[in-house]
């Protein structure tokens, strides 16, 4: 007689990008509780970006240099008693899922204006992200998250094309102008519809250009 013998499934190995759904999205005020009360550390830093808590990259040496030549350089142009360059640090953005903490911005008043809160686009000038391997994602951050916040202008200090590209006219949709400052031009500072200077672009870039990625 013989045996019975029973099939098993098979069972396929496990994809590696996959995610469970549905994932569950964070309001600011959760995120800030979360904060607040020490579940979420230093390290890793992390900030929320549409509801989803996302890593911050560690800074390599031509994002850490640019980031000190970009912040004393806003700050040479600002009136001081008007406006600051604030350093990574959160803004809080409206529509309850967004608390990004770009590499610089514009903030109207001084820092002490913001003991008790976060500043809103109804305080933001400006805000300034560096980009090079974060390039797609920061260029995301101005269709999905600034230009609809309404922050009317935004800058990516690109260190891929050694460039500075310039939003303006937000909207829904995101930006409705860009511009590009090359490397041998310079970058109006405008300010609420005022010019209050400008930055040459290879003033705040590093001195060699970025290394390739490798296969590139």
């Known amino acids: 007689?013989?045996?019975?013998?029973?099939?098993?499934?098979?069972?396929?190995?496990?994809?590696?990008?996959?995610?469970?759904?549905?994932?569950?999205?964070?309001?600011?005020?959760?995120?800030?509780?979360?904060?607040?009360?020490?579940?979420?550390?230093?390290?890793?830093?992390?900030?929320?970006?549409?509801?989803?808590?996302?890593?911050?990259?560690?800074?390599?040496?031509p994002h850490a240099i640019v980031d000190e030549l970009l912040g004393p350089a806003l700050t040479g142009i600002l009136p001081a008693d008007r406006y600051h360059a604030r350093a990574a640090k959160p803004v809080r953005l409206p529509g309850r899922d967004s608390e990004p903490e770009p590499d610089r911005c514009v903030v109207r008043g001084t820092p002490r204006a913001y003991e008790s809160h976060h500043p809103g686009p109804e305080d933001i000038a400006l805000v300034a992200e560096i980009a090079e391997s974060s390039l797609a994602d920061d260029r995301?951050?101005?269709?999905?998250?600034?230009?609809?916040?309404?922050?009317?202008?935004?800058?990516?200090?690109?260190l891929v094309h050694r460039q500075v590209e310039v939003y303006t006219d937000p909207g829904p949709g995101g930006y409705r102008s860009c511009r590009v400052f090359a490397e041998g031009e310079s970058v109006p500072v405008m300010?609420?519809?005022?010019?209050?200077?400008?930055?040459?672009?290879?003033?705040?870039?590093?001195?060699?250009?970025?290394?390739?990625?490798?296969?590139?």
């Open 140 to 158: 995301k951050l101005a269709t999905e998250v600034y230009g609809p916040a309404g922050i009317p202008v935004y800058w990516i200090v690109n």
């Open 1 to 61: 007689m013989s045996a019975l013998i029973t099939a098993q499934p098979i069972i396929p190995p496990p994809e590696p990008a996959w995610v469970p759904s549905p994932l569950y999205r964070l309001t600011v005020e959760e995120y800030e509780a979360m904060v607040a009360s020490g579940v979420l550390k230093s390290s890793p830093r992390f900030h929320l970006i549409r509801g989803y808590l996302v890593a911050k990259m560690t800074h390599n040496p």
């Open 191 to 216: 300010i609420e519809g005022q010019l209050l200077g400008a930055i040459a672009v290879a003033d705040i870039l590093p001195s060699r250009p970025a290394a390739p990625a490798p296969g590139g």
